[in-house]
């Protein structure tokens, strides 16, 4: 579904990826993991149009989108929740799903908010709210939430466990299956989490230093030796 | 209470009130009678008296934030009992009894209210109270305005003085509307928004004068033509922001109307063009002795002519205009494109990673800013019979977002406040005389510590379910 084939990006004169290769099918989720600075958010990025591959292909259902702009990449049927969440503050949870209904068919907006609202109950408590007053997990959930508005055919997460709390990460991650495993989404997971993202994902791919070092099966990566020594160790 | 520190802190403001009285206050230049050259008169009363009030300012002030509430009223009634009379006689400068009065009312106000307020904590969950006073005050008191606005005219008070200043303030009431779409919702800061007033204002003069057409089919033209410039201006800086959008705007600002002021021979240059149109009444000029053929308003309505008629319909002409951007801004904020404005302030990246095209969307925000400005500019060539780029200068883009940014960006009742604040309050402040500027930047700068938002720093949400009321509040 989604093609990244060596896919170098630059910021000015430092090269953030060199020649990353990956690959998500339909219906899989795919995490990517790494250490800070490793380029898990550029490459994500990258997929989105900004920054621009310098070298590379990003095919999307056989697409190459690496010079579409962001706002129509989006229109193709790929949704992002950003890092950071960049949910729109001073608007009430209601008009920031509908900000991510942008690209969707209006008629549906009713039965995408119930989904929303079924997958995460406090959203549907709060909608009235000024999202600025919600919790750093509840901005989490919006932030998905707001994503899946727009009917996405792939769903890109980058680092929803960022700075919450154990349980509300678990939450999180819980509902990230469940639309995976009931609405065959597929999604790609930028994290550092690497245990929790590693167990929910189908496979993964480790990146160091703009490299992917190492791929396999959820499951394998778990188990390998460097990947518990670097990314496991102490934690959890 | 540690009464060094304050008696310090009182000291150090009486100082600094010192040192500025004494050159602004302590002399003045005065011409000699016989009209060459000039003296210095020096009066050093005054200052004394503007130190002393500081001094006793400040200490009560400062006072206030103990929960005692007992020693600023006791100061500042002793300002107002003992005071006043020693002013009436001893300062040459009325403005001074007036400081000294709101002062001390300000002081007795602020320490009542700590007699009443239990806690004693004043401030506490300040931003809520006022965004319920404010979703009031838009609820209720917009269609109390507008019922106002429409009545006003009739009065038994209303002067030809006050419908003028009524139409001044509308124009600037509009014009805030207009701009309030562009700083307000899509938080784009343009400090040209004056170059698009004069776009409309000279559309609608050169095409009245050269082709004849008359005001109504000006008025989609100016509007038309003012968006195209918003667009011409538009796409090359929408990749920028803040700051620099700012500046690139201002710039844009000062080269229409220097293209204005040197283009003799399509604007007429310094000299404006002259004998614009006037507007009619459904084809029915407000003229005493029409040309042969035509009715004229006041012979249609059998009724004697008045020169006030006219003033009349402009009023109600510009009232109309800007509850007509009114109502669109309200319309178009429950729009997609309307949310995407608002949303795109508040951030640019997940609004594209929500597939919201930004240039798009800024470029709307800009042209529909900017055919108000023309239509607001129409009007006021037509108003005024007369236009040159005087008129266009850019403290009338500064005075229109101060307006904008006053009233709190975004709140359309909060634009009319500030409107009336800004453009109505200094006309009764005249008789301040040479301190009227003073008055001015002092409530400016009042309103700036107190409400740092603006007037009516608050947003309707622009959807609300029907059991909303229920989760949210």
């Known amino acids: ?236 | 209470m540690d009464v060094r520190a304050l008696l310090k802190d009182a000291g150090l403001a009486a100082f600094v009130a010192f040192m500025l009285a004494l050159p602004m206050i302590g002399f003045q230049t005065v011409d000699f009678s016989g009209g060459v050259g000039i003296t210095v008169v020096t009066r050093f009363g005054d200052v004394a008296i503007s130190v002393v009030l500081v001094f006793v300012g400040r200490l009560a002030l400062s006072l206030l934030q103990y929960p005692s509430w007992r020693p600023p009223l006791l100061m500042a009634s002793v300002v107002v009992v003992v005071g006043l009379p020693l002013l009436k006689t001893q300062a040459h400068y009325p403005v001074i009894t007036w400081l000294a009065v709101i002062a001390s009312a300000v002081i007795a106000v602020r320490s009542a209210w700590l007699h009443f307020d239990v806690s004693g904590v004043v401030g506490r969950d300040e931003n809520n109270r006022m965004g319920d006073a404010a979703a009031f005050i838009g609820r209720w008191f917009g269609p109390v305005f507008v019922l106002f606005a429409v009545i006003f005219p009739f009065l038994p008070t209303t002067s030809r003085y006050l419908l003028d200043l009524g139409i001044l303030v509308l124009t600037y009431v509009m014009l805030g509307w207009g701009l309030n779409v562009v700083v307000g919702l899509a938080g784009l800061l343009d400090l040209g928004y004056v170059a698009f007033y004069a776009v409309g204002a000279y559309s609608y003069a050169i095409i009245a004068r050269d082709f004849g057409l008359t005001f109504w089919a000006c008025l989609p033209l100016a509007g038309l033509f003012a968006a195209f410039f918003g667009v011409i201006l538009g796409f090359p800086v929408l990749r920028l922001r803040g700051d620099y959008l700012a500046i690139v705007t201002l710039g844009f600002g000062e080269i229409i109307r220097i293209v204005l002021l040197n283009w003799a021979s399509f604007s007429g240059g310094p000299n404006g063009i002259s004998s614009i149109p006037r507007p009619s009444f459904l084809g029915m000029p407000f003229h005493p002795n029409p040309p042969e053929g035509v009715t004229s308003f006041h012979q249609f309505f059998n009724i004697d002519f008045s020169a006030e008629h006219r003033i009349v319909f402009l009023y109600y002409l510009i009232l109309i205009l800007a509850l007509v951007t009114n109502s669109f801004t309200l319309r178009i904020r429950k729009l997609p494109i309307g949310r995407a404005w608002e949303a795109l302030r508040e951030d640019e990246i997940a609004c594209r990673a929500l597939g919201i095209n930004p240039t798009n969307t800024k470029l709307t925000a800009f042209a529909i800013g900017a055919m108000f400005a023309g239509f607001a500019g129409a009007f006021f060539a037509t108003r005024q019979g007369f236009i040159s780029p005087e008129s266009f200068s850019f403290i009338e883009s500064a005075v229109i977002l101060a307006i904008v940014v006053l009233g709190g960006m975004g709140s359309q009742i909060g634009v009319v406040l500030a409107a009336v604040l800004l453009i109505g309050v200094p006309e009764f402040f005249r008789e301040l005389a040479q301190f009227r500027m003073l008055a001015f930047g002092a409530a400016m700068v009042g309103i700036m510590i107190w409400r740092p938002r603006g007037l009516l720093a608050h947003r309707d949400p622009s959807i609300r379910l029907s059991d909303a009321a229920g989760a949210g509040r």
């Open chain 1, 1 to 236: 579904m989604l093609a990244i084939r060596g896919v170098s990006t630059s910021y000015g004169n430092i090269q953030a990826l060199h020649g990353v290769d990956v690959e998500v099918r339909k219906g899989e989720i795919v995490t990517l993991i790494g250490a800070n600075g490793a380029g898990k958010t550029t490459l994500l990025m990258t997929v989105c149009g900004k920054p621009r591959a310098t070298a590379g292909r990003i095919l999307f259902e056989d697409r190459d989108i690496s010079m579409s702009p962001t706002f129509e990449i989006v229109r193709m049927g790929i949704a992002q929740a950003p890092e950071g969440r960049r949910i729109f503050s001073r608007m009430t949870v209601l008009e920031n799903l509908q900000m991510g209904a942008t690209v969707a068919d209006p008629a549906h907006f009713g039965e995408d908010c119930e989904r929303v609202f079924k997958l995460f109950p406090i959203l549907g408590e709060r909608k009235a709210q000024r999202a600025g007053t919600l919790s750093g997990g509840e901005q989490q959930m919006l932030s998905i939430g707001r994503a899946l508005m727009s009917r996405p055919r792939l769903l890109l997460l980058d680092e929803p466990s960022l700075g919450l709390a154990p349980m509300i990460v678990k939450q999180i991650f819980s509902v990230i299956r469940d639309i995976n495993e009931r609405e065959g989404m597929t999604v790609f997971l930028v994290e550092q989490n690497a245990f929790h993202a590693l167990k929910l994902a189908h496979r993964g791919y480790v990146l160091a230093n703009g490299r992917v070092v190492l791929q396999g099966t959820g499951a394998e990566l778990l188990a390998n030796r460097e990947v518990r020594a670097a990314y496991l160790e102490g934690g959890h």
